[in-house]
C-alpha cells in the first residue's frame, strides 16, 4: 500500500506510543501532536489522509479543532472519546467526524477502524471522472462528485456523511429506508456507531433545509421504520 499519513492527536503519551505502534506496523506514517492548537498547525503543514483527535485536550479542546479542521477540509476525522462522553460523541457527529472511538480502546479495533474510514473517503480517482451525477429538486441541487449542495439557490456547508445522507435518500425519492440500511450504505457495513448516528445527521439536515415543504419534499420520518426523501410533484 502507499504509505498515508494520519495525524494523531492525544495528550495521553501511553495511547499515543502505542497507536502509533500499531499505525506504523500496518504501514502508515504518523504525525503526533498533544494539544489543539499544535494540531491545527500539523494538519496545515501536513495535510494527512486521516486525522484521529482526542476530545479532551490542552490548548484547544478536540471539538474546536474538528470545527476548525470542516471550515476547509473533508478529510476523514475519527474522534476519540471516553467512556461516558455521550454528548461530545453526538455533538461531534453534527460537526463532521466520520466516526468515534470509546476509550479504552482494543488497538486492532481502532486499525480496523481507520481501514474502514479510509476506504470509504474519496479517492484522486473520483476527483477525475467528473461525471454529472447531480440530482435535482425544485430549489435543492446535490453534486455527490463536487461534494456541493444548493438550496433556494444558495450554497450549503455540509460534512461529508450529511451530504451522503441526502444524497442517498434523494436519489431515491419516496422509498423508506432503515437506520441500519443508511448506516451500511453510507457509513459501511463495518461502522461501529448506532441508530443515533442517523438521527443527529437527518435533524441537522432538516435544520439546514427549511420549509422545504412548500417545494414538495422533505425528509419524512416514518414511524418505527426510518427515513424517506418524500418528493410530491407540483
Not at 199 to 221: A, F, M, N, S
Request: charged letters at 30%; glycine letters at 6%.
Amino acid at each position: 500500500m502507499s504509505e498515508q499519513q494520519i495525524l494523531l492527536v492525544d495528550d495521553d503519551l501511553n495511547i499515543s506510543r502505542l497507536v502509533r505502534l500499531y499505525l506504523e506496523k500496518e504501514g502508515y506514517s504518523v504525525i503526533e501532536a498533544a494539544r489543539g492548537d499544535t494540531a491545527l498547525e500539523a494538519f496545515a503543514a501536513h495535510s494527512p489522509s486521516l486525522v484521529l483527535l482526542d476530545v479532551m485536550l490542552p490548548g484547544v479542546d478536540g471539538l474546536q479543532v474538528l470545527k476548525e479542521i470542516r471550515k476547509t477540509s473533508r478529510v476523514p476525522v475519527i474522534m476519540l472519546t471516553a467512556k461516558d462522553e455521550t454528548f461530545d460523541k453526538v455533538l461531534g457527529l453534527e460537526l463532521g467526524a466520520d466516526d468515534y472511538i470509546t476509550k479504552p480502546f482494543e488497538a486492532k479495533e481502532m486499525v480496523a477502524r481507520v481501514k474502514a474510514v479510509l476506504r470509504r473517503a474519496p479517492g484522486e480517482e473520483a476527483k477525475v471522472e467528473e461525471k454529472d451525477d447531480t440530482i435535482r429538486f425544485p430549489q435543492l441541487t446535490v453534486s455527490l462528485a463536487r461534494y456541493e449542495v444548493t438550496y433556494e439557490g444558495n450554497a450549503v456547508e455540509m460534512p461529508p456523511k450529511e451530504l451522503e445522507v441526502l444524497y442517498y435518500l434523494a436519489s431515491m425519492p419516496n422509498k423508506v429506508f432503515t437506520r441500519a440500511q443508511l448506516l451500511e450504505h453510507v457509513w459501511g457495513f463495518d461502522f461501529f456507531g448506532d441508530s443515533r448516528t442517523v438521527d443527529v445527521h437527518i435533524k441537522r439536515l432538516r435544520e439546514k433545509l427549511p420549509d422545504c415543504e412548500q417545494y414538495g419534499w422533505k425528509i419524512h420520518t416514518v414511524y418505527r421504520v426510518g427515513y424517506k426523501f418524500e418528493y410530491k410533484a407540483q
